[in-house]
């Protein structure tokens, strides 16, 4: 298992574009969290899966952000008619929850989106 | 409302040094509390876990304290390195979600 792949890296698109985000995470987990993060903050929470059930979103998740996690494997975020706001840096992380053991994120290395 | 405060935004120390990193919340009960490092352009990675029960937690040069009633944890880098520069985190895990601070920037100067 090569860890936690976000795909793409980097996304440049046009106000009013939609945009999708792909996270494949460690097989084994089975939580899938989405974060947005911009420059000198630290990541803020926008949604999680437990297996594939969408089971918290947080306000900062407007309408037009989307998070699928089909099957319980693999997670989408869309972003529809972006704005320029939206540019920043889109993290997932998935962990393994269960028993006494504690929640422990492991990241991929992020979907930087800049909205032109 | 709830809040995760890093003590500042970046922390400038000398190499052999160590750095004292603070995080406060208020309005949370976490079960426990971790650290996360990031580098630039990179996802954050798990550095240490502390329990709402545990005092003081050791891994290497690192060392993570608890309080609960003064609702702060300390995170400490003995004998600090040029790589160890970066950006730490801390994080609380309230209900069925990890919120996180906005980070301290630690630089270490040879």
């Known amino acids: 298992d090569t860890g936690v792949s976000q795909d793409p890296r980097h996304k440049i698109t046009k106000r009013g574009q939609n945009v999708t985000f792909r996270c494949d995470p460690i097989?084994?987990?089975?939580?899938l969290y989405w974060y947005r993060q911009t420059l000198g903050q630290g990541p803020e929470f926008l949604t999680y899966?437990?297996?594939?059930?969408?089971?918290?979103k947080s306000r900062l998740l407007s309408d037009r952000f989307s998070a699928e996690r089909p099957k319980g494997s693999f997670s989408t975020l869309e972003i529809q008619r972006t704005e320029q706001g939206d540019s920043a840096m889109y993290l997932c992380?998935?962990?393994?929850?269960?028993?006494?053991?504690?929640?422990?994120?492991?990241f991929g290395a992020g979907s930087r989106l800049t909205v032109l | 409302s709830q809040k995760i405060e890093q003590n500042s935004e970046a922390l400038n120390i000398q190499e052999g040094k160590t750095a004292t990193l603070t995080c406060n919340y208020t309005?949370?009960?976490?079960?426990?509390l971790q650290w996360y490092r990031q580098d630039p352009g990179r996802g954050p990675v798990f550095l240490l876990l502390?329990?709402?029960?545990?005092k003081e937690k050791r891994k290497e040069r690192l060392k993570v304290t608890f309080d609960t009633t003064l609702k702060q944890s300390l995170f400490h880098i003995t004998a600090s390195q040029p790589a160890d520069s970066a950006t730490y985190l801390c994080?609380?895990?309230?209900?069925?979600?990890?919120?996180f601070g906005a980070g301290t920037r630690l630089t270490v100067k040879p």
């Open positions: 992380a998935s962990s393994l929850v269960g028993g006494s053991g504690a929640n422990v994120l492991t």
């Open positions: 097989s084994e987990h089975n939580r």
């Open positions: 899966f437990q297996n594939e059930a969408q089971l918290e």
């Open positions: 309005n949370y009960s976490p079960a426990y």
């Open positions: 502390i329990r709402e029960n545990e």
């Open positions: 994080a609380l895990y309230p209900q069925n979600d990890m919120r």
